[in-house]
């Protein structure tokens, strides 16, 4: 079956501006998670949701957001956007068994200007 | 909480070597530990994960692990590198499952020399 898709797959923005990160999971997989990756800080994690409800959500300020549909698809948006935002963002999704896996999209790399 | 320690940032071997990576955790419960592998402008795959059965996991690839809870560790090993696991390897420990909010080592990138 199709794997986790997100687009865009590149984008460039400039400071103040705001952007919306999409993420389509695997199907049949209810959780998505997000996650920043950057040189300096490695891997983060963002937030998760499940059944459109947000489960779990990192050490981010207020500007970063998240929410899912129905469809289990889920968004991002990140708003004021700053230069350290630069990143590429990654979305995972799973099943709800503890044992399961996450399964990681090929990411969205964002330029902040 | 959950942390993982991911010692050295780059290693180099010779094709036809042993590949180690190492990664120690820390957690306050018994943890569910992942090994991933990042290639170029690409996102992350799973190698292999330990989930509390086994404590000798096998991945893809020729990968394995053992989960050593005496030492909390969790090291990576190829009994012979292919120039193809040139890549990034990440450890990754979650509290909660398998499914679960993952906390990431820095991240070990592997060169193989000719």
């Known amino acids: 079956k199709a794997g986790v898709t997100q687009t865009p797959r590149y984008l460039i923005k400039t400071r103040g501006q705001q952007v919306t990160l999409s993420c389509s999971p695997i199907?049949?997989?209810?959780?998505v998670s997000w996650y920043q990756q950057t040189p300096g800080q490695g891997l983060q994690f963002l937030f998760e949701?499940?059944?459109?409800?947000?489960?779990n959500k990192g050490n981010f300020p207020g500007r970063f957001s998240g929410r899912q549909f129905s469809n289990s698809r889920s968004e991002m948006n990140v708003s004021t956007l700053e230069l350290g935002d630069s990143a590429l963002y990654l979305c995972?999704?799973?099943?709800?068994?503890?044992?399961?896996?996450?399964?990681f999209g090929p990411g969205t790399r964002l330029t902040v200007l | 909480a959950q942390s993982v320690t991911q010692l050295g940032s780059h290693v180099s071997v010779s094709e036809g070597a042993l590949v180690l990576l190492r990664c120690n955790y820390s957690s306050s419960v018994p943890p569910y530990l992942f090994w991933y592998v990042q290639y170029p402008n690409q996102g992350l795959q799973l190698l292999l994960k330990?989930?509390?059965?086994?404590?000798l996991v096998k991945g893809i690839n020729g990968f394995e692990a053992e989960f050593k809870k005496s030492e909390t560790s969790f090291h990576l090993t190829k009994p012979s590198a292919h120039m193809s696991d040139a890549a990034e390897y990440f450890c990754?420990?979650?509290?909660?499952?398998?499914?679960?909010?993952?906390?990431f080592g820095k991240g070990i990138t592997l060169s193989v020399r000719p």
């Open positions: 199907s049949g997989h209810r959780s």
């Open positions: 995972a999704s799973s099943s709800m068994e503890p044992t399961d896996t996450q399964y």
């Open positions: 330990y989930t509390s059965a086994a404590t």
């Open positions: 949701y499940f059944s459109e409800t947000q489960r």
């Open positions: 990754a420990v979650s509290a909660t499952g398998a499914n679960s909010k993952l906390t």
